[in-house]
């Protein structure tokens, strides 16, 4: 979703503001721009569509001067046009502002500014902003004064950063509820809605906390506190991430590299971790809370998308293995939730991206209740990474599609970790280890059988409609197989458990209606064989995965995936290779903008 970066320093503005807004580009978005401060005047330039088409109207007419803003839009107020795209400016284009994030009442502004004459151009909330503070300092004639009364009236969500020819030695930034970071380096101060476009200039950085603002110059920042005006001191911090660029090297999408990388995912997400030689799993990141971990009796998992699947595969998993009651919830209802947590529950919270805002407002309910939280998140030095308690990181590198794949493995893998790590006298412990440290060699095996799935996929890719199905660890696989469908095909998909066939989806079914189910060995292999026949009987079409040997559940399918048996507690990590690979090829042959697909963003920063 929207993205930021500023800059104010001895460089040309113009080069980091673009290379960050490319860095942020997976983040998804729709139409971006930028505004270079020269001396007294501002350039402004925007386009709907790709950072490269704004790269292209740069070289015809470069913006010159050393401090400016640049900005990647998702809409969310007004369509996606020119007009509506930020940076957005006052009607005597004094003060130009980018905005993440929601402003609540806009309208109440917008409605007191139109009165004072004000004209609008665009249908944006962000729109509001320049012009209040335009007319703030009109009051105070005094734009430090003007900016901080502005953000006394804004309600709602914001990462804010503004420049003015009133001001051009400076840069403005607030924020409350969306991520804002500036970074700090010899050559000038780069700001970011995320630590991506900062990091390959400086890791010092200080992050801005809710109800913060910031007056940025070449040199030097000073932080303040928005309602007390209160000065607040606080030193950069060095952030330990390696910056990792991406590239899609010879893949012709980041999704298919992306799966391509699961392999490689499990092993770095175990590095060091599993000591299978030891019999150990080792997890740094929970030491200091592993007291406070022998006292926990539940554990509630907050999470959205795939990342609630995996934190699903993660319920079974830690009762199972842990024997930790667990409860899964989606961090979008939760927040709303009238729930009583005990203080010995434990709240964990999953994420690729670190920064969603449900997932960061579920989290937020529950801070200062001394409940415990821990994190499973991938993006390093993201907002849930540092307001968690402790946690594992998911070290899957940069994933830049917006289907996640490789993070929802990373994500399984650390649960399956923390599991072990937690249980006591798990009867499988030392087999599990033995069977994870060979699992990444077992997965490269599935990649033999691409070609198929891609025929298959291309065969199946007319459907209107597609079912997955599959039982207990599985049935987190068909929600997460369904949800890979529907989000880069657009064909429409569901996933069910097994069992609940017979109480209504299976009134769905004819021979237009496939299903994808999961038939992987467990004990429960005739149950799932039976609600296969009652798919057969109705003349539904089924694509099945079994692993090796299984063979009842291919006699009543159309077409079968054979991938290698494991466990049934790791069968997530494989059994989702097949189920990534169908969705990839069936939205490739209809076409589909796969790794940025309509509507949707990587990181969901708005609520
Ligand atoms: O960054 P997060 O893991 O918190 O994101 C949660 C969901 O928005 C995300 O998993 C989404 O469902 C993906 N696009 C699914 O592929």
Redesign the pocket.
């Known amino acids: 979703m929207c993205g930021i970066v500023g800059y104010i320093g001895k460089k040309q503005a113009k080069d980091y503001l673009l290379d960050g807004l490319e860095s942020m580009e997976y983040r998804g978005y729709d139409s971006t721009g930028i505004a270079v401060l020269d001396k007294k005047s501002i350039n402004l330039a925007k386009v709907v569509g790709r950072v490269e088409h704004l790269r292209k109207a740069e070289r015809e007419n470069p913006s010159k001067g050393h401090a400016g803003i640049g900005h990647t839009r998702w809409a969310t107020h007004g369509g996606v046009t020119k007009n509506n795209s930020h940076p957005h400016h006052d009607q005597n284009k004094e003060f130009y502002v980018i905005h993440n994030g929601i402003i609540e009442n806009y309208q109440e502004i917008k409605a007191y500014l139109t009165k004072q004459g004000v004209k609008f151009y665009g249908d944006t909330d962000t729109e509001v902003i320049p012009n209040l503070i335009s007319e703030l300092y009109k009051e105070h004639g005094d734009v430090q004064k003007a900016f901080k009364a502005a953000l006394k009236s804004l309600r709602g969500a914001y990462a804010i950063v503004m420049i003015t020819s009133h001001d051009p030695g400076n840069i403005y930034a607030a924020k409350f509820s969306s991520p804002l970071a500036i970074g700090v380096a010899e050559d000038g101060m780069y700001i970011g809605s995320d630590a991506m476009p900062i990091l390959p200039h400086t890791k010092q950085v200080v992050f801005l906390e809710d109800n913060e603002g910031a007056v940025v110059s070449c040199n030097s920042y000073e932080l303040f506190h928005i309602k007390t005006d209160k000065s607040i001191k606080r030193p950069t911090e060095l952030l330990e991430i390696e910056h990792e660029a991406a590239e899609k090297g010879d893949y012709p999408d980041f999704m298919i590299k992306e799966i391509h990388e699961v392999p490689q995912t499990i092993r770095a997400t175990m590095l060091g971790r599993l000591r299978a030689d030891e019999g150990i799993v080792k997890l740094g990141g929970l030491e200091e809370v592993r007291d406070q971990l022998d006292y926990i009796d539940r554990i509630v998992v907050l999470?959205?998308?795939?990342?609630?699947y995996a934190g699903l595969v993660g319920e079974y998993l830690l009762e199972e293995i842990s024997n930790i009651p667990v409860e899964v919830q989606q961090a979008s209802e939760f927040r709303y939730r009238q729930e009583p947590l005990s203080r010995s529950t434990a709240v964990l919270v999953?994420?690729?991206?670190?920064?969603?805002a449900d997932?960061i407002a579920a989290l937020k309910k529950i801070e200062g209740s001394g409940i415990l939280t821990l994190g499973i998140v991938?993006a390093p030095g993201s907002t849930l990474a540092r307001m968690t308690d402790a946690g594992v990181y998911c070290h899957a590198g940069p994933e830049k599609a917006?289907?996640?794949?490789k993070?929802?493995v990373a994500q399984v893998t650390v649960f399956l970790l923390i599991a072990l790590h937690l249980s006591k006298n798990y009867r499988n412990f030392d087999k599990l280890i033995a069977e994870l440290d060979s699992l990444p060699q077992k997965i490269e095996e599935v990649f033999a059988q691409e070609e198929k799935i891609r025929k298959l996929a291309e065969k199946y890719s007319t459907a209107n409609d597609f079912l997955y199905i599959g039982r207990r660890y599985a049935y987190p696989l068909a929600l997460e197989g369904a949800?890979?469908l529907k989000?880069i095909s657009y064909i429409h998909a569901e996933g069910f458990a097994g069992g609940e066939m017979k109480h209504g989806p299976l009134a769905l079914i004819d021979k237009n209606f496939p299903t994808f189910a999961f038939a992987l060995s467990n004990d429960l292999d005739e149950k799932l064989v039976s609600n296969m026949q009652e798919i057969h009987a109705r003349d539904g079409k089924i694509v099945v995965v079994v692993d090796e040997g299984k063979s009842e559940a291919a006699k009543l399918s159309e077409d079968t995936i054979v991938i290698p048996k494991v466990s049934e507690q790791l069968q997530p990590l494989i059994g989702v290779v097949p189920a990534f690979l169908f969705a990839y090829y069936a939205a490739k042959r209809l076409g589909r903008d796969i790794d940025k697909p309509r509507n949707?963003a990587?990181?969901?920063t708005v609520e």
């Open positions: 999470a959205c998308g795939t990342s609630y999953v994420s690729q991206s670190g920064e969603t997932t991938n917006v289907a996640s794949t993070a929802f949800l890979k989000e949707l990587k990181s969901v």
